[in-house]
Nanobody, 115 residues
Framework: QVQLVESGGGLVQPGGSLRLSCAAS????????ARWYRQAPGKGRESVAT???????NYADSVKGRFTISKNNGKSTVSLQMNSLRPDDTAVYFC?????????WGQGIQVTVSS
């Protein structure tokens, strides 16, 4: 049974940092791409950062220079280090692990940036 479990969310002040982690089980993690999505109140789902199976990394323009995605195949985890957080980073963040035809999702975790 494939399972993705997210951790690390919470409340942080503007300018602060959080680190999200997504732990995968039940699949050969190194063969999959990984992506972090977020969904803010009143907005659609947004792709934040991608780390492909071959090591290609992409970021949304809104987080470039502030967020860092990493993928550890030995630990079957993908993480998102979030620095210099802004109120508009507030959202539910989802881990997505995928390789056609498969597509797996974490449960979602709340990140709130507020003073």
């Amino acid at each position: 049974q494939v399972q993705l479990v997210e951790s690390g969310g919470g409340l942080v002040q503007p300018g602060g940092s959080l680190r999200l982690s997504c732990a995968a089980s039940g699949l050969n993690f190194e063969d999959y791409h990984a992506r972090w999505y977020r969904q803010a109140p009143g907005k659609g789902r947004e792709s934040v950062a991608t780390f492909t199976a071959s090591g290609i990394i992409n970021y949304a323009d809104s987080v470039k220079g502030r967020f860092t995605i990493s993928k550890n195949n030995g630990k079957s985890t993908v993480s998102l280090q979030m620095n210099s957080l802004r109120p508009d980073d507030t959202a539910v963040y989802f881990c997505n692990v995928y390789r056609l035809p498969r597509d797996y999702w974490g449960q979602g975790i709340q990140v709130t940036v507020s003073s």
